[in-house]
C-alpha cells in the first residue's frame, strides 16, 4: 500500500477507545515486524512525523495524580505541533484530552504561530492561549497552571485490513525538564522503550479483543506524562 500524507490536524469529534502498549526490550523495527506480521493484517498508512507537546499541570500536579489515582474522570491539557521540536512553530493546537478509564475524546483550539527559543516562559505559553481563538471559560479552567514538561517523539501510522482500527507506534521518544526560563533544550531523558497505541470508535469495541489479541504484547495505562514527570519530580505512585 503507497503511504500518503497525513492531514496536518485531525480533531475528534466523538468518544473512542486507546488501547496501550509498552513493548519491553524491542526496538522499533522488531515491534513493526510483529505488526506487520499479526493476524489484523496491519499496513502502514502516512509517513512517520515527529509530535511535540507542551503539558500544563497545577502546581500540586493535580492532572498527574488524577491519574495515578484511577479517577473516573481525568483531564489532561497540552499544547501540541508536529515536525520541529523548537523555532517557529505553525498550526499548533491546545487540546483538553478528556478520560474516562480507556474512552475519552478531546476538545481542540487551534492557537496562532509563536516562536518557541530557551527564553521560552510561563507568561509565553499564555499569552499564545488569551490571543488564540480559546473560549474565556476555558482559559479560566487553566489559569493557574505551569508549564510541566515538554516531550518529543516519532509516531508511525498502521491501520488495519477493515480500515477501522488504526495502529500508532512511538520511538525516539525525548522528555525535556521545562523550566520557566533558558530552556537550551539539551538536557533531556531518553526513553528507550516504544509505545504501541491502538485506537479506535467505541462502536467498534465488541470486535477490539480480536485485533488487540493478534498482539504478543501486554496491554498498560502507559501515559508520557507520567512517565515524563518521574524523571524530574518526586512523585509518590
Given amino acids: 500500500m503507497e503511504k500518503t500524507e497525513l492531514k496536518e490536524y485531525q480533531k475528534l469529534e466523538n468518544f473512542r477507545y486507546e488501547r496501550k502498549f509498552r513493548p519491553e526490550i524491542l526496538d522499533f523495527r522488531q515491534v513493526e515486524n510483529i505488526v506487520l506480521g499479526s493476524a489484523a493484517f496491519f499496513r502502514r498508512i502516512y509517513h512517520p512525523r515527529y509530535v511535540n507537546n507542551i503539558y500544563l499541570d497545577t502546581p500540586e500536579l493535580d492532572c498527574l495524580y488524577d491519574n495515578l ?10 499544547i501540541r505541533w508536529y515536525g520541529d521540536i523548537k523555532g517557529h512553530i505553525s498550526g499548533a493546537v491546545f487540546e483538553i484530552k478528556i478520560k474516562t478509564a480507556y474512552r475519552g ?23 499564545i492561549l488569551k490571543e488564540s481563538d480559546i473560549p474565556i471559560e476555558v482559559l479560566d479552567e487553566v489559569a493557574g497552571m505551569k ?20 495502529l500508532t507506534i512511538d520511538d525516539d521518544i525525548k522528555y525535556y525538564n521545562f523550566k520557566d526560563n533558558f530552556n537550551h533544550f539539551t538536557e533531556y531523558v531518553r526513553d528507550r522503550n516504544t509505545v504501541v497505541e491502538i485506537k479506535y470508535d467505541e462502536e467498534h469495541n465488541e470486535y477490539a479483543p480480536n485485533i488487540i489479541n493478534s498482539l504478543p504484547f501486554r496491554m498498560t495505562r502507559n501515559s508520557k506524562y507520567i512517565e515524563g514527570i518521574s524523571n524530574f519530580y518526586d512523585v509518590s505512585f
Fill in 147 to 166: 508549564i510541566k514538561l515538554l516531550n518529543t517523539y516519532r509516531r508511525s501510522y498502521y491501520r488495519d485490513v477493515t480500515g477501522i482500527y488504526r
Fill in 69 to 78: 489515582m484511577g479517577k473516573s474522570e481525568r483531564k489532561k491539557y497540552r
Fill in 105 to 127: 475524546t478531546k476538545n481542540s483550539f487551534f492557537l496562532n504561530a509563536f516562536k518557541l527559543s530557551e527564553n521560552f516562559t510561563n507568561f509565553d505559553c499564555f499569552k
